[in-house]
Nanobody, 119 residues
């Protein structure tokens, strides 16, 4: 089993910055990708950013140019640096880790961390 734990969520002013961390632990063999998703009240979950084991990065359109995802493979940890925060970034941020097992990708989710941007 793989456990995923996020941290770093907080209350921040508009224009401020936060750094989220996501750590995968347990029986971790090969992590295919690590990613951040978010869900605001009354809205669907949306992609924030993902980083694959190859280093390939994908960002959601709403965060391009403001958020940066990075990964420390040795620590099974992903980071999300969030700059120029806006009220619409307020959401619960979830980390998803996908492990590669044979020909399958198994997803594991964290419990989420709250980010609130106040104006």
């Amino acid at each position: 089993q793989v456990q995923v734990v996020e941290s770093g969520g907080d209350l921040v002013q508009v224009g401020g910055s936060l750094r989220l961390s996501c750590v995968a632990s347990g029986t971790v063999f090969r992590i295919y990708d690590m990613g951040w998703y978010r869900q605001a009240p009354g809205k669907q979950q949306e992609l924030v950013a993902t980083v694959e084991e190859t280093g390939t990065i994908t960002y959601g359109d709403s965060v391009k140019g403001r958020f940066t995802i990075s990964r420390d493979n040795a620590k099974n940890t992903a980071y999300l640096q969030m700059d120029s925060l806006r009220p619409e970034d307020t959401a619960v941020y979830y980390c998803r880790v996908r492990t590669a097992v044979a020909a399958s990708l198994l997803p594991y989710w964290g419990q989420g961390t709250q980010v609130t941007v106040s104006s």
